[in-house]
């Protein structure tokens, strides 16, 4: 008789055990990647430390800050024709001069002697041309003397001639008698022709030497009036009406030919003068707006001229009032002037901050929904002025940006804010 043996079950079968146990190392590994990944990219920072801005849509427009100097529209500067010392002073700095005031006048020996000499040349020149024209006509009036002499010879001799060819053609006188006449009214006729050319180029010399004379005298007496219009230059007068801001001169003062004196700031009003980084020079036209404020009120200014020459990486330009003119203003003044580049348009909006440095745009960190942590996004910046930047990409109007310095954040992608 056989009996049935019990064969009792095993508690562990080999395949529960490994699904177990596959299981465990793949919830080891979740909880390694979990703490040790999380450590790794994720940095506890200070909430209080950190400037939090809002994602906003709203009006945007692209402009930028300048500090304008104040000057006058027009300025006139006063420089020193002819050098010389400081006589007198008729006008301090500070007044207000009309167009033809005297202000200042200097003396020059050195002018004076030389406007001595001409004159003493002058006069030498105008005695020589005054004793060359009575030599010409001495000359003139002695060559037709002698013109007159020889005609009264020729016409005496030519009688003489007529009397004797008839008296040879009725055979009364030699042939030798005719042809001696002959000869004599043939020479004074030669004598009295050299005689005429004579006083012909005579003439035309002693003429001549009268236009050479009359154009020296011309020629000194238009340098003569140069060299007393330079002493004319010694008084210093008002070439407009106006503010004589500045004159740097005391009595005794030598003061050289160019140099700068002072310079007269004309009634019509201001304008500004700035200086821009070299960046934005193909972008600042004439024309330009900007504005500013002042004593509580708001004005206008508009580019009137763009100055090209870049020194030190900055360009000038200068700002003009199109209508109202700040009241108040005085000439060495500085204006906050906000220059516009753009017109306003609306937009996705990020305020500016240290992050930019960092990032240079390209991404920031975004609070999440629980605002206890933050994560690294990408976006993309456009436009910006120095409130805003303008949001092309990665960003949504609400959403919370930790907008402060990055720089303590190393490479963490993750923030905890505590």
């Known amino acids: 008789m056989s009996m049935d043996q019990i064969i ?21 590994l979740i909880l390694y990647l979990l703490i040790f990944q999380s450590n790794r990219s994720t940095l506890n920072v200070e909430s209080d430390k950190l400037t939090i801005s809002s994602v906003e849509r709203g009006p945007f427009q692209e402009f930028i800050p300048v500090m304008g100097e104040v000057l006058p529209v027009q300025t006139i500067f006063l420089d020193v024709e002819e050098g010389g010392l400081v006589e007198k002073i008729y006008i301090e700095a500070g007044s207000t001069v009309k167009q033809g005031d005297k202000i200042l006048k200097l003396s020059n020996t050195s002018l004076l002697m030389d406007i001595m000499y001409r004159e003493a040349e002058l006069f030498q020149q105008i005695n020589n041309l005054r004793n060359t024209r009575l030599l010409f006509e001495q000359s003139r009036l002695a060559l037709e003397q002698d013109l007159a002499d020889f005609d009264f010879q020729v016409e005496k001799m030519m009688r003489k001639f007529e009397s004797y060819r008839s008296l040879y053609e009725e055979k009364l006188i030699s042939r030798n008698d005719f042809e001696d006449t002959r000869d004599e009214y043939d020479m004074v006729k030669n004598k009295r022709r050299l005689a005429a050319e004579s006083q012909e180029k005579e003439l035309n010399f002693r003429q001549q030497q009268i236009g050479q ?35 740097q001169a005391e009595p005794g003062q030598s003061k050289s030919p160019g140099e700068r004196l002072g310079q007269i700031d004309a009634p019509e009003g201001f304008k500004a003068r700035a200086e821009i980084d070299e960046f934005y020079i193909d972008r600042i036209q004439k024309g330009k707006p900007g504005q500013f404020e002042l004593a509580g009120g708001t004005y206008r200014m508009v580019v009137s001229r763009v100055y090209p020459e870049v020194l030190a990486g900055k360009f000038s330009v200068d700002l003009e ?14 204006l906050h002037v906000r220059l516009e580049l753009s017109d306003v348009s609306e937009a996705l909006l990020l305020p500016r901050g240290g992050f930019f440095q960092k990032t240079g745009g390209n991404w920031v960190f975004v609070l999440e929904a629980d605002g206890k942590t933050a994560v ?18 990665g960003l949504k109007a609400g959403e919370r940006v930790i907008t402060s310095s990055y720089d303590n954040f190393g490479d963490n992608e993750r923030l905890v804010l505590k």
């Open 8 to 28: 009792k079950k095993k508690k562990w079968p080999t395949r529960r055990i490994v699904t177990y146990a596959a299981a465990g190392a793949f919830a080891m």
């Open 321 to 334: 009032f199109p209508g109202r003119q700040a009241p108040g203003i005085r000439r060495g003044q500085t």
């Open 376 to 393: 690294k996004r990408d976006v993309r910046l456009g436009r910006q002025n120095p409130d805003v930047f303008e949001v092309l990409d």
């Open 213 to 247: 004379l009359e154009e020296a005298v011309r020629r000194m007496e238009q340098n003569l009036r140069v060299a007393k219009s330079k002493l004319d230059n010694l008084t210093l007068r008002a070439p407009i009406t106006g503010t004589l801001t500045s004159l």
